[in-house]
């Protein structure tokens, strides 16, 4: 299945049913009067948040959602029984904005959660609601109201706990074939990551969801390169494990090409803590590997110290997926800011809840 982020969708809702003008037309009985009903209501565009979906591929095929209109009025005062509703499923993590891809309508955060993106029109009146004192017989009833349509934006932003951030072959597929069952594209080359992948991670019984971004390079935010759209999958993300690849020319360029790429993006991206780690050790001397080591050290603590297991350090992990090396040390560095964050999310709405 190929992975789609961002659709642009139209939707119509139903329009409402016509009113009815009728009259009783029993025999025996003189001055029946109207007995119109009512139209039913346009069906209502409902968004849905469900659970199995990855991606908007969907969308990319049927780019039209229009609701039915509400069956007309009859006599006997009988209503028209409303259109029925459409309804588009998306995947947990779901954004929904208007034309102008600016305006955020709803965040889709937890399954089952539904929003209305376009209510279906009411139902005219039959002529039995225009009777008065002095009009027995009224011979009028109301069209019913017209739908809504509109052009809106869906963009998916994944649900992670822990994102991996680098520059282009730095071995986050690496690393996340080797803790999940995840079985993204490895090859020895830039950007062989071409879309973002999610892996379930298990490490002394905790659990949490480590997703994989493709590659960033310097200029990524003006478009350089696939660009910063996929930082957005990492925008939830608790902690970040940021991964320089020992075999490059500088570690410590290296870090700081992504450490501003991801300033240049905001959204509070940058702030997150972020667990930094010098990745396939296993493939340098101990020169090279000493003198990385070193060029990253320096370049890291300019931007603050580096979170690991729920504590300061002030050294980059080591790191080898293919060897095995170090991968257990980031995995519970991951988990032990995942559930600080968590206790501090739970803490916060706490005191809000029991706010004056």
Known sequence: ??????????????????????FRREKF?????????DGGRGGDVVAECVNGL????????????????????MGRNRAGPRG??????????????????????CDLTEEGQ?????????????????????????????????????????????IADAGLVGLPNAGKSTFLARVSAARPKIADYP?????????????????????????????AHEGHGLGDRFLGHV??????????????????????????????YGHGIEEKPEIVALSKVDAVDEATLKQQTDRLKRAARSYGPILAEGEKRKAPLMLSSAANK???????????NIAEAKREETTAAESLEWAP
Not at 7 to 19: I, N, T
Not at 56 to 72: C, E, N, S, V
Not at 193 to 217: Q, S, W, Y
Request: with cysteine; hydrophobic share 35%; aromatic share 8%.
């Open 235 to 264: 925008e939830r993300c608790r902690v970040l494990l940021h991964l320089v690849d020992a075999t490059g020319e500088h570690a410590g360029t290296a870090y700081r090409v992504v450490r501003r790429e991801l300033e240049a």
């Open 326 to 336: 170090g991968v257990t040390e980031a995995l519970r560095g991951l988990a032990g």
């Open 114 to 158: 539904r929003y209305v993106i376009a209510k279906g029109g009411n139902g005219g009146f039959g002529n039995l609601h225009f009777t008065t004192s002095t009009n027995r017989a009224p011979r009028r009833a109301n069209p019913g109201q017209t739908g809504i349509e509109r052009t809106i934006w869906l963009r998916l932003k994944l």
């Open 1 to 22: 299945m190929k992975f789609l982020d961002q659709a642009k969708v139209y939707v119509r809702s139903g329009d409402g049913g016509a009113g009815a003008v009728s």
């Open 84 to 105: 029925p509703d459409v309804l588009m499923k998306v995947p947990v993590g779901t954004q929904i904005f208007d034309e102008d891809n600016e305006t955020l309508l």
């Open 191 to 219: 950007f062989t990551t071409l879309h973002p992948g999610l892996g379930v991670v298990k490490i002394d019984d905790r659990e949490f969801v480590l997703a994989d971004i493709p590659g960033l390079i310097e200029g």
């Open 54 to 73: 990855n991606t908007l591929i969907d969308y990319r095929y049927q780019q039209h959602f229009k609701a039915k209109t509400g069956t007309h009025g």
């Open 29 to 37: 009985i003189e001055f029946g009067g109207p007995d119109g009903g």
